[in-house]
């Protein structure tokens, strides 16, 4: 079973980028186990404006509130970072990680530079693994 990190704007696609992020998972692992970090939470939380309350006005922010929604399907793992980011590389240095989702580019390098295996998006819609 692969063990797939998705991180902010993973969970943001859908809006965004029009893509089945669980779909595309699915047809490029297969049957993958998707978690996220908690940093990665509140900070779709931050621009969801979920934690003051705020409405869905921009993109964004309707992104990020369908990204939080779809967190619900991942597993929530805590870090020991802070900053999603370097929650996201602390989760994908573990043993039984294989994957990481991102369109992220600096993060794409860090994890490039940590040797884990990167899934972002190839063409419109579609997700491959780099």
Not at 17 to 24: A, D, H, I, M, S
Not at 66 to 91: F, I, N, P, S
Request: net charge negative; hydrophobic share 45%; aromatic share 2%.
């Amino acid at each position: 079973m692969s063990v797939v990190v998705l991180d902010t704007n993973a969970l943001m696609m859908p809006v965004e980028c029009g893509v089945r992020v669980f779909e595309e998972l699915d047809r490029v692992v297969g049957d993958p186990t998707p978690v996220v970090p908690a940093a990665t939470l509140a900070e779709l939380e931050r621009l969801s404006g979920a934690e003051s309350g705020g409405t869905a006005a921009s993109e964004e922010t309707r992104a990020a509130s369908v990204g939080l929604d779809l967190a619900g399907r991942c597993g929530v793992c805590e870090t020991e970072a802070t900053y999603a980011d370097d929650a996201v590389v602390e989760l994908a240095q573990a043993d039984d990680v294989t994957h990481v989702v991102t369109n992220d580019r600096p993060l794409q390098e860090r994890l490039a530079d940590a040797d884990v295996s990167v899934i972002r998006l190839r063409g419109r819609n579609k997700l491959a693994i780099t």
